[in-house]
Every structure is written in structure tokens, then in C-alpha cells.
């Protein structure tokens, strides 16, 4: 890569890093990045400094104590290629920051992900990053993360993932979508949330792939979800605590909403193959192993059916400096509700039904629904770690924010 192309992703990352306390000077809608152009919200606070390659905002609803900066830009990849550039820019934040106390990747899309917490060694405060990076006709264009908090970077996440879902990318042919408005965590329901799909878009299949992988002088552990559906449509989401998005409201009869990459499966029962022609990345073949399945001989681990689960017992979430979420679960399809937070739910869905109250909760599809007694609904992205008895769970993630028993 060309050394002034790596000189300009040091200074994105330089302003990303630079920028937490500037302050907001006015609202956003479309903006362009290089070839990318993103809906942004308008609740987004532009910082000062935007040019045609290089933009940054703050994420509404922070305090000093827990903030979210996300930062765009964009660079020739001087052919490169999309893995290489997103390699040397990540590098290049990891050399301005220090090593990663963890790190993760993933993909969103046509976006590759890698995610890390880190002891930021200039200031020697703890630091969440993400960065997503892809590519359009030799331009490497990133949107990278930047939280000096975790619950304000989870929200960061849910926030920005739906942002990038609708990107648009190239001249003169660019749709961009609508902006969600204040205080919404995604775009409209694709699928109403009361709503369920039909036959032939059932999932009928749904399977664990864990991909463990050398990043640089780093591990790196890339978790998905793969969702077989009964039309031919297989769906892939990029997960660390469990979905991010509400799988009972994926209608892929609709493939432009889908917010994660998706392609065609099809099965070879006499070979004992499943052939997966992916919209982004390498075209998979997994065997048929039993009732599981593998791919290049790694099995593929089922994600648990959790429908018609019921719970017994209070659970709550604790976010630093913040009142905590508490959610009572009652063995008869009660339940109770205290202090939700809209990011909780789904991006599909537009602004959850209530975040307070009372009524019947149903579990179907890895999706929590809490259809409150006035009519209202609400429907979250349920996980629960495999190594808990359903029986007697203790601890379970409602888009990435983790609910612990009390009792």
C-alpha cells in the first residue's frame, strides 16, 4: 500500500481518537464518504473538521463518564484489497491506542468487522473500538467506533449497524434510505412484530459457526448465526452475545431489508452436501454429519431452540452509572418490566412497543415478545449461552445486554 495512503488512515484514526469532547455544531441526513453514502440520524452531532473523505459524530444520549464517537472515512486501497486495508487501518488504530486487551471480528454484510478493548496507553483509560471496512472501486471507505464506556459502546453498535445496513455505495446510482428519527435503534419493521412468517420463509434449520483465525500478532474469533429457511434463503449474522436482531421478524421474502449478508442454500442429499452460494465472501460447502452439520471438517454447533421457553425468577441489568433494567419472567407467561432501554430491541422493529409495564411474554425464533396489557409490543433478540440449564437459567442477553437472576 502507498505510503501516503497510510499516512491518511493514520490521521482518520487520528481524528477518530482525538475527538471526544469537541463540541456538536449541527444536525446530519445523507452524507457521502468517498464512494459510500450513509443515512445518517439526525439526532447524530456532527464534530468539526468534515471533509469529503473524513467525518465524525457524536452519538446522542452520552455524558462525559460514558460517550460514543463513530467516524468515517475513506482512502485508496492502492490494490490492496478489502482484507489487507482493513488489516493495515486497523493496525494503524491499535499503534495510536496499544494492544488489544480483547478483540473479536466478524461481518456485516459486505462490511468486515474487528472489535477490541483496549487500556488506551496515552491516557491509560479503558476504550472500546470497532472498525468496519469495505470496498468500492479501489476506495477502502471505514467506520470505526470509538466508546470510553461499554454500555455506551454496545448502543453505539446497535446504533450504526442499521446505518450501514442501507449504505449506499458508488455515483449516480446511490438510494439512500430514510433516517430513523430520534431515539429510534433501527429502521421499520420489516414484518410486523405480532406477525408470524409464513411457510415458506420458516427458518428450518439454524446452526453455530465459529471460525478461530490469525490476525496479525492477534487471535481472532469470528462467531455466526446460519439460518436455513424453507425458500432457499440462507441468512448470516456476525454475533458476540447472541442476535442483534429480532430472527422471528426476518422476512427474506423482502432480501433488500435484510440486514445481514444472505444467500441460496441447496442440498445434495445423495452426496450429503449443502451448497451455500453467498451474496459477500467465498461460496461454502458443509457435509451432512447426522443431524449436524461441517465445513472444512469443523462442525458446525446447532443454536438451541428456545421456543415456547418459559422462565421463572427476576432479572436485571446493571449498566455503570446508569438506574438498572429489571425484567420479572413468571412461569405462567407473565411478566413485569422495569426500566427497558430501547436499544435492547431490534433494529427491524421501529421504536419498541413499551419499555415499562406489564402483560403476557411469548419466546419464538431466538426473539423475546412483550406484548404489554394496553396492546402494546416489544419484541428483543433473546440469547442464552448453551452451557445454561434451561430449567433454572441464570443469566441471559437481550441484544447484548446481559440480564443476571436475582432471584
Not at 454496545?154 to 455505495?169: D, K
Not at 465459529?210 to 490476525?215: E, T
Amino acid at each position: 500500500m502507498e505510503c501516503r495512503t497510510l499516512l491518511f488512515m493514520r490521521r482518520a484514526s487520528a481524528v477518530l481518537l482525538s475527538c471526544l469532547l469537541s463540541t456538536p455544531v449541527a444536525d446530519a441526513s445523507a452524507t457521502s464518504i468517498g464512494p459510500m453514502t450513509l443515512a445518517i440520524p439526525t439526532s447524530w452531532a456532527p464534530r468539526p473538521g468534515a471533509t469529503p473523505t473524513v467525518a465524525s459524530y457524536t452519538l446522542p444520549g452520552g455524558t462525559p463518564a460514558q460517550q460514543a464517537i463513530v467516524a468515517l472515512s475513506a482512502a485508496p486501497d492502492a490494490g490492496a484489497g478489502p482484507a489487507a486495508g482493513h488489516q493495515m487501518l486497523w493496525n494503524a488504530i491499535v499503534q495510536l491506542t496499544g494492544r488489544p486487551q480483547q478483540q473479536r471480528s466478524g461481518q456485516l454484510g459486505r462490511f468486515v468487522w474487528t472489535e477490541m478493548r483496549v487500556s488506551n496507553m496515552q491516557t491509560s483509560r479503558d476504550e472500546w473500538h470497532r472498525l468496519y471496512s469495505t470496498t468500492h472501486d479501489g476506495v477502502l471507505a471505514a467506520v470505526a467506533i470509538v466508546a470510553n464506556a461499554e454500555p455506551a459502546f454496545v448502543a453505539a453498535v446497535s446504533a450504526v449497524e442499521p446505518v450501514l445496513a442501507a449504505a449506499g455505495f458508488g455515483a449516480g446510482s446511490v438510494t439512500v434510505a430514510a433516517a430513523p428519527s430520534v431515539g429510534t435503534p433501527g429502521r421499520a419493521a420489516a414484518t410486523p412484530p405480532t406477525a408470524r412468517p409464513a411457510d415458506d420463509v420458516a427458518i428450518v434449520e439454524a446452526h453455530v459457526h465459529v471460525d478461530i483465525r490469525s490476525i496479525s500478532t492477534t487471535s481472532g474469533v469470528l462467531t455466526d448465526h446460519v439460518l436455513f429457511f424453507a425458500n432457499g434463503i440462507v441468512a448470516r449474522e456476525g454475533v458476540i452475545n447472541g442476535p442483534r436482531e429480532c430472527y422471528a421478524l426476518v422476512d427474506v421474502r423482502q432480501l433488500a431489508k435484510l440486514p445481514f449478508n444472505y444467500g441460496r442454500w441447496r442440498e445434495d442429499k445423495a452426496a450429503g452436501t449443502v451448497q451455500i452460494l453467498w451474496q459477500e465472501g467465498p461460496a461454502w460447502t458443509l457435509r451432512r454429519e447426522a443431524a449436524g452439520l461441517s465445513l472444512g471438517g469443523k462442525r458446525l454447533l446447532p443454536l438451541r431452540p428456545l421456543d415456547g421457553l418459559r422462565l421463572d425468577g427476576v432479572f436485571e441489568y446493571r449498566p455503570v452509572g446508569d438506574p438498572p433494567s429489571r425484567l420479572e419472567l413468571r412461569s405462567d407467561g407473565r411478566f413485569d418490566a422495569v426500566n427497558l432501554r430501547e436499544r435492547m430491541g431490534c433494529p427491524m422493529q421501529a421504536p419498541p412497543g413499551a419499555l415499562a409495564g406489564g402483560g403476557r411474554y411469548e419466546i419464538r425464533k431466538w426473539t423475546l415478545f412483550l406484548r404489554f396489557a394496553d396492546g402494546r409490543v416489544t419484541a428483543l433478540p433473546l440469547h442464552v449461552h448453551a452451557d445454561e440449564t434451561l430449567e433454572r437459567i441464570g443469566k441471559f442477553w437481550l441484544n447484548g445486554h446481559d440480564f443476571v437472576r436475582l432471584r
